[in-house]
């Protein structure tokens, strides 16, 4: 099993900046792919940016060029850097984990989420 604990959310102004932070723990060596995804009320749950153990990004098209992924692989977390915020960003952000992929036809198929973390910008 793995554990994803989600840190940074909040709540900013349009054009600012959050950092979210998904700590890691557990069978962490079973973990290829890690990552965030969104959901906004009545919407679907999305895919916001992902990375692999080789180092691999890939974002959404709504956030490309905005948010940037990394990860600290001594400290086994994974951070969101999220610049240039709009009201259209606001969701609950989870952290996501997966043996193979993050890119799925049903989010069913992910392994892992995190509890999930708030972040609201307001224009």
């Known amino acids: 099993q793995v554990q994803l604990v989600e840190s940074g959310g909040g709540l900013v102004q349009a054009g600012g900046s959050l950092r979210l932070s998904c700590a890691a723990s557990g069978s962490i060596f079973s973990i290829n792919a890690i990552g965030w995804y969104r959901q906004a009320p009545g919407e679907r749950r999305e895919l916001v940016a992902g990375?692999?153990?080789?180092?691999?990004?890939i974002y959404g098209d709504s956030v490309r060029g905005r948010f940037t992924i990394s990860r600290d692989n001594a400290k086994n977390t994974v951070y969101l850097q999220m610049n240039s915020l709009k009201p259209e960003d606001t969701a609950v952000y989870y952290c996501a984990a997966d043996r193979h992929s993050l890119v799925v036809v049903f989010t069913t198929q992910i392994d892992y989420w995190g509890q999930g973390t708030q972040v609201t910008v307001s224009s």
């Open positions: 990375i692999t153990n080789s180092g691999r990004a």
